[in-house]
């Protein structure tokens, strides 16, 4: 239990100033993407962290465990259901 006091202690807490930061890392370090870009990146990250998990994630293709997160996205930004 001293670890999990000691652990949690030592964690960076949440202010104003930190969540800014956050917010200007988040618009100014992707700007430059397009969303072809992003979407390369992030078949790239996909493939490294398959890599390094092997036979977990290896079986599963990252398009098809995204489809119900973009349904969602087209629902709520009221757009048709993918054909």
């Given at each position: 239990?001293a ?34 870009d ?21 079986e ?5 465990d ?18």
């Open positions: 239990m670890f999990l006091v000691y652990f949690t202690a030592s964690m960076i807490q949440p202010t104003r100033r930190l969540a800014e930061l956050e917010a200007r890392y988040g618009r100014d370090a992707f700007r430059h993407l397009s969303y072809a992003a979407l390369d990146l992030f078949a790239a990250l996909w493939a490294e962290a398959r890599a390094l998990q092997g036979a977990a994630l290896a599963s293709d990252w398009r098809d995204l489809e119900p997160d973009l349904a969602v996205a087209r629902a709520v930004n009221g757009l048709p259901p993918r054909a």
